[in-house]
């Protein structure tokens, strides 16, 4: 797993290990695919269908991580996530 590589890294560099997942409803990913396609944005030839592959493969976290979502403000998640890193 790759969450056992980071873990194992920050230990050996003596760092504290900060993990943020990233979350968004799948009406919110498709959109956001559908307009960076749209405004020929999108910098990944994914679809729909490779993301609802690659939902269905996830492993989940097994270690203390903090939880973001895409609908929540982006002020909010910021806060949050500067929290978990800097205290």
Not at 25 to 35: F, G, I, P, Y
Not at 43 to 53: C, F, K, M, Q
């Amino acid at each position: 797993k790759q969450v056992h590589k980071a873990e194992a890294l920050a230990d050996k560099l003596e760092a504290p290990l900060r993990i943020v997942e990233c979350t968004a409803h799948d009406s919110t990913v498709k959109e956001n695919m559908d307009r960076r396609r749209a405004e020929g944005l999108s910098i990944s030839d994914a679809d729909w269908e490779v993301y609802l592959r690659q939902k269905a493969s996830f492993e989940g976290i097994t270690v203390p991580f903090l939880a973001v979502r895409a609908e929540e403000p982006l002020s909010e998640r910021l806060r949050a996530v500067f929290k978990a890193i800097f205290g």
